[in-house]
Nanobody
Framework: QGQLVESGGGLVQPGGSLRLSCTAS????????MRWFRQAPGKERELVAR????????NYADSVKGRFTISRHNGKNTVYLQMNSLKPEDTAVYYC??????WGQGTQVTVSS
């Protein structure tokens, strides 16, 4: 049975950086496009970034373009989200998703001074 485990969330000041990791197990990671979503309190879950199976193609929400970078290491069954120039509006629970398969449990990111 597949599983995704996120890590790397926390409290950071505006302008700071964090790197989220999501490690997969129990399924063939390299066969799935991977996505990061986020959900802020009182708001719907939104797609932040997507990466293709081999990491050749990436897509980003307009709100994070130029600040966030998604990447993956298929040998380590891990997808990353590098977040730079963080803003208070980036505060949310961030979820890892193997497209059309399963979700992680989420990791909290709080951007505040």
């Amino acid at each position: 049975q597949g599983q995704l485990v996120e890590s790397g969330g926390g409290l950071v000041q505006p302008g700071g950086s964090l790197r989220l990791s999501c490690t997969a197990s129990g399924f063939t990671f390299s066969r799935y496009a991977m996505r990061w979503f986020r959900q802020a309190p009182g708001k719907e879950r939104e797609l932040v970034a997507r990466i293709s199976t081999m990491g050749i193609s990436t897509n980003y929400a307009d709100s994070v373009k130029g600040r966030f970078t998604i990447s993956r290491h298929n040998g380590k069954n891990t997808v990353y989200l590098q977040m730079n120039s963080l803003k208070p509006e980036d505060t949310a629970v961030y979820y890892c998703n193997a497209q059309d398969l399963l979700w992680g449990q989420g990791t909290q990111v709080t951007v505040s001074s």
